[in-house]
T-cell receptor, first 111, second 116 residues
Framework: RKEVEQDPGPFNVPEGATVAFNCTYS??????FFWYRQDCRKEPKLLMS???SGNEDGRFTAQLNRASQYISLLIRDSKLSDSATYLC????????????FGTGTQLKVEL | GAVVSQHPSRVICKSGTSVKIECRSL??????MFWYRQFPKQSLMLMAT?????????EQGVEKDKFLINHASLTLSTLTVTSAHPEDSSFYIC????????????FGQGTRLTVV
């Protein structure tokens, strides 16, 4: 079983749609959780950290369920510029330590 | 945010030669740097962790004699792929953090290595 599992997609959605991505992780000792965004052939960039209480940053909302070892990302009012691969990332300690990446979920926002 | 510069961004080399990739933290001192590798349609996989002034810690299955890591200063880490083979062709990315484990790690732009 992979340490971090994601549906690879692609998710093709129209502009303005709401889309949700899910992720599960296998190591219950994981302490830190993140969503990264990776554009084609580029380095990953931190989108947001994920907290147990859930957190929101503009059109993006992240949720964490420790009991189910499940993380989600919701994107509202999708923009063309949101097209990218979204990586679910976990760490046993903090975000500056060893990160374990999922394979990513590809999102394509279309006109 | 902090800037991590990786060079070169793209390199093509002949089989059997060695390639050096540099990772620099431009506006902070990086006590720890990480080297990842990403094959097409796969996730980033950590290869090794390097701490300034000490030997790198390699992940299981990564050959330390093939992937030489040097972290001689707080702003520079290098990864040398020795005796490269076509199966080493991949996207190599470094990341660096400034301080404690709960501080964010910043990624370099990545190096696309093609061995012919």
């Amino acid at each position: 079983r992979k340490e971090v599992e994601q549906d690879p997609g692609p998710f093709n959605v129209p502009e303005g749609a709401t889309v949700a991505f899910n992720c599960t992780y296998s190591n219950s000792a994981s302490q830190s959780f993140f969503w990264y965004r990776q554009d084609c052939r580029k380095e990953p960039k931190l989108l947001m950290s994920v907290y147990s209480s859930g957190n929101e940053d503009g059109r993006f909302t992240a949720q964490l369920n420790r009991a189910s070892q499940y993380i989600s990302l919701l994107i509202r009012d999708s923009k063309l510029s949101d097209s990218a691969t979204y990586l679910c990332v976990v760490s046993l300690t903090g975000g500056g330590n060893k990160l374990t990446f999922g394979t990513g979920t590809q999102l394509k926002v279309e006109l | 945010g902090a800037v991590v510069s990786q060079h070169p961004s793209r390199v093509i080399c002949k089989s059997g030669t060695s390639v050096k990739i540099e990772c620099r933290s431009l506006d902070f001192q990086a006590t720890t740097m990480f080297w990842y590798r990403q094959f097409p349609k796969q996730s980033l996989m950590l290869m090794a962790t390097s701490n300034e002034g000490s030997k790198a810690t390699y992940e299981q299955g990564v050959e330390k004699d093939k992937f030489l890591i040097n972290h001689a200063s707080l702003t520079l880490s290098t990864l040398t792929v020795t005796s490269a083979h076509p199966e080493d062709s991949s996207f190599y990315i470094c990341s660096a953090r400034a301080g404690a484990t709960n501080t964010e790690a910043f990624f370099g732009q990545g190096t696309r290595l093609t061995v012919v």
